[in-house]
């Protein structure tokens, strides 16, 4: 039971925000910086943003050659171009808020690998490069094959790599510790361990009950609710498609003489790894095992963990001492296609959600877009 002091003062605001990942801070920022006076609660399940806000590797980036390639043949052309500008503007924005010095932001490019098994069809390059310059105002794609024997990667596996210089990377940790600071200097609340279980509309409010582990049930109230829960989303809004896709991750140890820097990526984008203080942080194979990685459940994956291992040693540090420091796992959203979910649920409820993997690219422009509509 809440005393008198508890309910008038912690139980009431203007908008609630679910969801304490990049895009749920993002939008209570969004929503402080465009109206100072509105008072916003930040409810999230975890003690931590428990999806892969703080699980993901740090890539900057807009995806690499093949995976727009694929985009450009699902989504068609319009609709390509519209994903591919909000993922530049979401991470014009999130750099914009908070600085490149909080969130450690390196331009070092992206890298994408050309495997033996793969080909390079020049005319699609150059027809996506002419594509992209409708955003980029410049070339973005360039083969650069003497990269395998710099970068110092097995050429019998690899045999080019494909540049894109407007790829950069972040230091994870350092940018949600500097957006949940940035909120509390804009006065948002953020409560952690506050699990939502039910929401109702009623008359000009919104009732939302939440449940932690030290207390029994407590309801707060608002005008305006945001689900920014991404691939738990399903818990509140089973009515939409969104579907868990587990990322397995791992770090090594520091690596003398790393000779490369970037973000970098293969097979599609499924494979991905990066150079961070000379450790290599490297994730993917999902594809490996699509049916056991579409879960919210933190487990390792060992076979994917394994082959994660061969590609390492074998391909990507051959003939280097090391070992592995961490592993841990992250939870996306993926549906049919890539484009995210922005969907007004009712007049007084909307959601922002299913990011595909793209959560530090789109979520800052998500947030925008939310909180505009939170605003009206």
Not at 65 to 93: A, H, P, T
Not at 149 to 165: D, H, Q
Not at 281 to 301: P, V
Request: aromatic letters at 10%; proline letters at 3%; hydrophobic letters at 40%.
């Amino acid at each position: 039971m809440l005393s008198f002091w508890e309910h008038t003062t912690f139980t009431h605001y203007d908008y609630i925000i679910v969801g304490a990942g990049i895009t749920g801070l993002s939008t209570a920022c969004a929503i402080k910086e465009k109206n100072p006076k509105a008072s916003v609660l930040v409810l999230e399940r975890g003690l931590l943003p428990t999806g892969a806000s703080t699980k993901n590797a740090g890539f900057a980036c807009v995806g690499s050659f093949s995976e727009k390639l694929s985009d450009l043949e699902q989504m068609g052309e319009d609709v390509f171009l519209k994903l591919i500008e909000d993922r530049w503007v979401g991470l014009y924005l999130l750099r914009k808020r908070l600085g490149d010095d909080h969130l450690d932001y390196q331009n070092n490019g992206g890298f994408e690998l050309v495997l033996h098994k793969d080909t390079i069809n020049s005319d699609k390059l150059y027809d996506m490069n002419l594509l992209l310059e409708r955003i980029f105002d410049n070339k973005v794609f360039y083969e650069k094959p003497a990269l395998v024997e710099r970068f110092g990667f097995n050429k019998t596996m690899v045999k080019s790599i494909i540049l894109n210089p407007f790829e950069g990377q972040i230091d994870t940790g350092k940018m949600m510790q500097s957006l949940i600071t940035y909120a509390g200097i804009l006065r948002i609340k953020i409560l952690t361990g506050a699990n939502v279980q039910h929401v109702e509309e009623l008359g000009d409010k919104i009732q939302v009950e939440v449940k932690s582990d030290l207390a029994p049930s407590t309801v707060f109230y608002c005008h305006k609710i945001a689900y920014c829960t991404n691939a738990f989303t399903s818990a509140l809004l089973p009515q939409l498609e969104i579907n868990p896709g587990r990322g397995q991750v791992l770090c090594t140890s520091p690596i003398e003489d790393l000779p490369f820097k970037g973000v970098f990526s293969f097979d599609s984008g499924y494979y991905y790894f990066r150079n961070f203080n000379n450790r290599v942080i490297f994730g993917g194979g999902r594809n490996l095992d699509f049916g056991t990685e579409q879960t919210t459940t933190f487990e390792a994956n060992e076979n994917i963990i394994s082959q994660l291992g061969f590609y390492l040693a074998e391909m990507i540090v051959p003939g280097q001492q090391y070992t592995i420091d961490h592993t841990w796992q992250g939870i996306m959203a993926f549906g049919k296609n890539k484009l995210p979910i922005v969907q007004k649920i009712t007049e007084r409820q909307i959601v922002g959600a299913r990011l595909n993997g793209m959560g530090i690219a789109l979520g800052s422009k998500i947030a925008d877009d939310i909180s505009k509509w939170l605003l009206e």
